[in-house]
């Protein structure tokens, strides 16, 4: 957790360090008596090369935090820096622009275009953009994932557990500086499950990806460098290097969730 001063206007972080920060993160939704505060106060450094999950009850502010953090959603005070760059000051088009070329996605329901096949899928945000795929990269992250001989197939021509690949994948293809995955494997068997996890693991660990998964799965969050927890809009405790049991145990203090 940061030892710094929280009263201090926020400092950029220094480049190649921090992939992305909140600095005393408020979200409400609605007014006078009916407020919702998803977000208390959050202050969080995301470092580059980590892999993070997010845990917590139902309503916790996991969902909240997290596109906040991509900028899918605006924050009510405070700020959100992704790499060197504060979101909160950038005008709508430049936000668009950091989202395409910075981030990568990856949902519970997959979210592919189904008339594309899956190597069309994969390299479609960087078809949107303007940009060519890498060639040399775009067949390391397909053979990480190891979809070789299914990028000609329709996303119904896949299994739940192979259109998560591609989805994987397509997050990987445009090297972003970090990718956001919301309950990842909440659609997914056991084994393609820990097929999928196991990807993201490498992706860290062999090409230095920064990832941050929303999980309420303790399996699923002992993959990761570091365990956050929210109840309330807060992060009330953290975990490195969780085990299963570990989780599991500290989940325990929040009853049936
Ligand atoms: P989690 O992902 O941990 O389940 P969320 O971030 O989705 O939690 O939600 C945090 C709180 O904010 C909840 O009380 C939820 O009902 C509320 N909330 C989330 N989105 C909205 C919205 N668009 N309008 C009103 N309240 C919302
Ligand atoms: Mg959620």
Redesign the pocket.
Known sequence: MSTTTEEQAPAAPAPGAIAARAVNAVKT??EGDTV?R?LADVTVDLAEGQYTAIM??????????MHCLAGLDELTSGSVWIEGTNLTELKEKDLTKLRRDRIGFIFQAFNLIPTLTAEENIVLPLSLAGQEPDQAWFDQVVSTVGLGDRLNHRPSELSGGQQQRVAVARALASKPAIIFADEPTGNLDSRSSSEILSFMRSAVKDYGQTIVM?THDPVAASYADRVLI?AD?NIVHEINHPTTDAVVDFMKTFGDD
Do not use: F, M, Q, R
Not at 56 to 65: A, E, N, V
């Open positions: 939704y609605g919702v998803a917590g009850p139902s309503g916790s502010g996991k969902s909240t935090l929303v929210l809009g």
